[in-house]
């Protein structure tokens, strides 16, 4: 059968610190400079999300990007736009939310969830127009 990717992207703002409470705060400015501002600091995030399958005989979907989108919605966007990433969101409690922790986190709440016969194939998160990170479960 043939694998054919489809995706859906979806974009959300989000604030967020770096900071890594195992460390000094003088490690933490060190490492993180600006990012680990007291205050908190927003982004735009992009996410892509990719699953992979063969298109249905009935309807030549991959996945319905409908209900895909739904699935989005309802396990990511509902709890992370408008939401601080250190503070306000659960599954993001005790991660340390850099791009790359964020977009695992993300898949663990997508994997398991894509309608139909499709497979969660690639997440990719972009914190800033230029600076983004792709996880593909493992
Ligand atoms: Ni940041």
Redo the contacts with the bound molecule.
Sequence with gaps: MPTVYATRKAHFNAA?R?HNPAKSDEWNREAFGK?NSPHF?G?NYHLEVTVAGAPSAERGYVVDLGDLKGVIQERVLEKVDHQNLNETVGFMDGVLPSTENFAMAIWDQLDGHVPGEAQLHRVRLY?TERNFVDYYGE
């Design positions: 967020h770096l990012c600091h982004h914190e």
